[in-house]
């Protein structure tokens, strides 16, 4: 069983640096990669995504602010920032769609993140 593997998150400043990575725990195919975040009682939400080929997708709340960027050769993907806010205190979740014996899409745990002002 295929298991994403979060680290990187705990407290950080405003206009600190934060910087959450995702690996999977064995070497599968990866499409489309992506972050997402969840408050509690509300759903969870993309944050950005980024596909195999590299194209980026950004919810509006984060965009020109934070970074997603995988590299396919080592399997990992990297969401990061140089200006959270005290508004991204959520815990946020990695998921990509892979393929092990067959195409599925995998999260990790969750990892909290705390920004404070």
């Known amino acids: 069983q295929v298991q994403l593997v979060e680290s990187g998150g705990g407290s950080v400043q405003a206009g600190g640096s934060l910087r959450l990575s995702c690996i999977p725990s064995?070497?599968?195919?990866?499409?489309?990669t992506a972050w997402y975040h969840q408050a509690p009682g509300r759903q969870r939400e993309l944050v950005a995504s980024i596909t195999s080929g590299g194209d980026t997708v950004y919810a509006d709340a984060v965009k020109g602010r934070y970074t997603i960027d995988r590299d396919n050769a080592k399997n990992t993907m990297t969401l990061q920032t140089d200006q959270p806010k005290p508004e991204d205190t959520d815990v946020y979740y990695c998921?990509?769609?892979?393929?092990?014996?067959?195409?599925?899409?995998?999260w990790g745990q969750g990892t909290q993140v705390t920004v404070s002002s």
């Open positions: 064995k070497t599968i195919a990866i499409n489309t």
């Open positions: 998921t990509s769609h892979g393929w092990d014996d067959a195409w599925e899409d995998y």
